[in-house]
């Protein structure tokens, strides 16, 4: 859906969403996984601190993060784990809960610091592990997707590390960053057109079914 909307050709895909953190790029018929967290997707990460910071749900708590994070001024240094293109993201959620009512209680740091400071170490850490797999895979592309492909900071630090190595960045709206119908009915009618048949009886659905369990006939 991402490249039919964006006209990419080949990208390092970015997915990031409260399920999901994974670097997806095509490869001998899938969509492989070249990195994914190791523990809590980076949308549940962000989530759980809105919870934190009792933050509204309206909209969404990434949202409201990433406003207040753009007030944010002083940066608190965090847990910074990639092992190779993998990310953990349970040690900075569990370190910065247990010191933010200290921190913001001494007034050494108030909630947009602490929103700031926790939203440039996800994304620096999901910036790394792209690039890596782009450099593994020769890509000229990055394709974001999901739900925390909405916010404009990621999308910001990637832009720039996709201009130093003369890359082009595609990001879609949240329209279609968020799931939806769409996505499953385009892949469905891909996969119709390349032939790819399922009887009836043998039709199921998975939520734990994982990106690269999936054989794509549509592409060559």
């Known amino acids: 859906m991402g490249r039919l909307i964006t006209g990419s050709d080949n990208p390092t895909v970015l997915y990031v969403s409260g399920g999901n953190t994974q670097v997806i790029a095509y490869s001998g018929n899938c969509y492989r996984i070249f990195g994914e967290t190791i523990d809590i997707a980076v949308g549940n990460c962000l989530d759980r601190f809105a919870r934190v910071l009792k933050l509204s749900n309206d909209p969404s708590p990434g949202y ?15 847990p ?18 247990e010191k933010a ?11 947009e610091d602490l929103c700031f400071s926790l939203q440039e170490t996800l994304f620096a850490m999901l910036i790394e592990t792209t690039e890596r797999a782009m450099s593994h895979c020769q890509s000229k592309e990055v394709l974001i997707v999901g739900g925390v492909g909405c916010n404009e900071r990621l999308q910001e630090m990637m832009k720039i590390m996709c201009d130093e190595r003369s890359a082009i960045l595609y990001a879609t709206d949240e329209r279609f960053c968020i799931d939806n119908g769409v996505m499953i009915a385009h892949t469905g009618t891909l996969m119709h057109n390349s032939g790819y048949k399922t009887l009836w009886e043998d039709t199921f659905c998975t939520q734990r079914f994982r990106t690269d369990e999936v054989e794509v006939t549509w592409r060559s």
């Open 64 to 78: 409201n993060i990433e406003q207040m994070a753009k007030k944010g001024k002083k940066y608190l240094k965090l």
């Open 80 to 97: 910074y784990v990639v092992k190779g293109m993998d990310v953990s993201f349970s040690g900075i959620l569990s370190y910065i809960e």
């Open 101 to 111: 009512q200290t921190l913001l209680s001494s007034g050494e740091y108030t909630p």
